[in-house]
């Protein structure tokens, strides 16, 4: 499934018209803190790290895979980490790329502003820490949900930045892990 989603994303950054910019790849880290319970608690802080895929569907709408990932610095680990899919809905309209004039059709609109969003996301999470002295795991797994709120900016004709809240929390699995990350990500657009 994950390679159709791959395979669609390309497919559409293909026929994307210049001024929409249609696929879109970000990487992005910032403050963040999660905490995995089983049988135990453990929680990794105070950094976060995301990796994205878009889609911009309309001016006003995005789809993407995700991939959170929480670090912790003492000791070093990353091991509680969110992967899926998400949807964003912009209040204004999605920033759109510096393209000549002459690139844009006539009927095409064109952002150059902050773009404000709302979204949610699914998937997937998981924690994998070694087990205490006593035998003990926080190790969890389960399907997750991750409300977001967030703006992007673009910079040039194919980078942008970007800036979000996103909390997620498990709702359904072995255990529970919960995670609230402020994130800053640079977004290049194909």
């Given amino acids: 499934m994950l390679r159709k989603l791959i395979m669609l994303n390309i497919l559409c950054a293909a026929l994307a018209t210049p001024a929409l910019a249609g696929f879109r790849v970000s990487v992005g880290g ?17 950094f976060t ?4 895929m878009d889609y911009v569907i309309t001016s006003r709408q995005m789809v993407g895979l995700e991939h959170l990932r929480s670090v912790s610095l003492s000791p070093m680990s990353t091991s509680m980490s969110f992967t899926g899919i998400y949807y964003s809905y912009y209040m204004n309209a999605i920033p759109t790329p510096y393209v ?6 006539s ?10 969003f709302v979204g ?3 998937g997937m999470a998981q924690s994998n820490n070694l087990p205490d002295a006593d035998g003990k795991t926080s190790n969890s797994a389960g399907f997750y949900i991750s409300p977001r709120v967030g703006g992007d900016f673009q910079l040039t004709r194919s980078l942008g930045a970007r800036g979000e809240l996103i909390i997620a929390n498990t709702m359904m ?4 892990i919960m995670s609230t990350s402020l994130v800053g990500s ?3 657009c194909f």
Avoid at 173 to 176: I, L, M, Q, Y
């Fill in 100 to 105: 000549s004039v002459d690139k844009i059709d």
């Fill in 107 to 116: 009927e095409e609109i064109v952002f150059r502003d902050i773009g404000y």
């Fill in 173 to 176: 699995g072995t255990g529970t």
């Fill in 30 to 46: 910032g403050l963040g803190q999660t905490q995995a319970s089983n049988e135990i608690t453990e929680t990794e802080g105070p």
């Fill in 186 to 188: 640079l977004f290049w």
């Fill in 49 to 52: 790290s995301l990796v994205t």
């Fill in 120 to 122: 949610m996301g699914i």
